[in-house]
């Protein structure tokens, strides 16, 4: 099994910067892809951004590209979410997730954190 806990979120002002943290431990050698995804109240969770597990690899959603920075350091099996110019439809619940393949189908990830909330207020 592979444990996920994410840390970091907050309240923070539109045009302001957030970093979420997602350290992963157990068996972190079937992870090949690390992910963060979101959910707003009523709303569907949505893929956000993800990185291989080599850092070499990564991917956005239209709605944070040029926002948002993915990051990972291996050695501390931990992975970054860096928000910059922030909005206030970025508010939701952050979730990271684990996955054994390339994917953005969340109905693929085997595992999941707890969830940290973010606001953004105007």
């Known amino acids: 099994q592979v444990q996920l806990v994410e840390s970091g979120g907050g309240l923070v002002q539109a045009g302001g910067s957030l970093t979420l943290s997602c350290a992963a431990s157990g068996r972190t050698g079937v992870i090949y892809l690390m992910a963060w995804f979101r959910q707003a109240p009523g709303t569907e969770r949505e893929f956000v951004a993800r990185?291989?597990?080599?850092?070499?690899?990564?991917d956005y959603a239209a709605s944070v590209k040029g926002r948002f920075t993915i990051t990972n350091e291996y050695a501390k099996n931990t992975a970054y979410l860096q928000m910059n110019s922030l909005k206030p439809e970025d508010t939701a619940v952050y979730y990271c997730a684990a996955s054994r393949i390339w994917t953005t189908d969340r109905n693929a990830y085997n595992y999941w954190g707890q969830g940290t909330q973010v606001t953004v207020s105007s």
């Open positions: 990185i291989n597990w080599n850092g070499d690899n990564t």
